[in-house]
């Protein structure tokens, strides 16, 4: 495997106090105009980023854990990427795949049918954000099936649309007053292991879901049922083995749409092109987005063909989805995971992750460590318990952004620290971040 290449120096340099007086600057010009429902985990305003690094209006480069929440895979700036994007906006910056088509369109669909799994003949529709391609997937399910009712996993989190609102189950801040939502949504209960009151195997997690959905929906209602393979703002829950298979089997006995939610987990992120590869599941639609556009918004619904292929023409699609230059970065980005063996860096990742904060369980508050490949995350806990405290994941991340290191909460309580470093960043950095994040969480 090729060596990633980098054009920013791959080290955290504080050369103000944090944040610096250009990002506080631009605060306050934010302040003024800026709807506070967007809001931001980290004061740094960024100038330039690459690898493992941000750098800050200040000049200040931070080692990024973050990566624009599991975006920048192959990293904020890398050559293939750049390349490709410049090429492209030169030839064209738009014409709507509606109205007159393009290559890089086709190319990125071919790239979708080849990379996900499941050997079956498979069509893909773009389009813009996850929560537009989670939409997507319920729409054509639905048509498919010419069923009304979705089965969702609790601890869910699959976008701020009105459909994706319903389907989310964490209140604050994603629902709150955002209400009515959409009708026929049905949450199961999933697999969730380090909080089964009793450990129980997949098997088991997913016949009280199989249960649950028989008996309070019909399984000859559902058009489809929708997981995460790994749960991402639920606090990057991997749910118990067997767990997917199972509801999978259930799903085609029963003529529902078994959708997977790849958007975070999927492309290298977890150690593998897909984290369902983990259990050889397969399933009939996935959606993909994040680092599928090489930091470009792109997102995907791929799956069966004759499933893909029951909406109309005119159906599906939009304006802008599968712009020319979201596809032309998503191909380069594609490329670049090859070239440099992502799922491989992905797994060291992980290594690193498990050997140097894997020993914190335990001890203090760290009642759980957990993830797959560069998704892992830290569970705060109240000392001696289970109870979930999101005071102390919210301390550590803030004392970590203090001296340098971006990292991001998630999780139904909000007492995670997630990392989802880009699969680029050099295993020296890493290891810097890791011991600076022991440090914090001992203290
Ligand atoms: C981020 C995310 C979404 C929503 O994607 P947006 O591009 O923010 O709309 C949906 N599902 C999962 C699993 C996600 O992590």
Redesign the pocket.
Known sequence: MADPIYHLAQERRLVTALPGPRSKELAARRDAVVAKGVSSSSPFYVAQADGGVLVDADGNSVIDLGAG??VTSVGASAPHVVHNVQEAVANFTHSSFATTPYEGYVAVCEQLAELTPGTFAKKTVLVN??????ENAIKIARHATGRAAVAVAEN??????NL?MALTTKAMPYKVGFGPFAPEIYHFPSSNPFREPEPITGEQAAQRAIDYLETTVGADHLACLLQ?PI???GGFIVPAEGYLPTLQAWCHEHGIVFIL?????GFCRSGKWFACEYEGVEPDLI?T??ALGGGL?L?AVTGRAEIMDSAQAGGLGGTYGGNPISCAASLGAIETMKEWDLPARARAIESAIRSKVGPLVGSGSVGDVRGRGAMMAVEFVKPGTKEPDAARAGQVASELLHEGVIVLTCGIYGNCVRFLPSLTIPADLLDEALDLFVAAASR
């Open positions: 929440i599991a954000s996850g929560a537009e391609a989670v869910a989190f699959h976008g701020r649309t994706t995460e749960q991402g703002e939610d790849e958007i975070q987990c959606t987005a994040k918004p997102a």
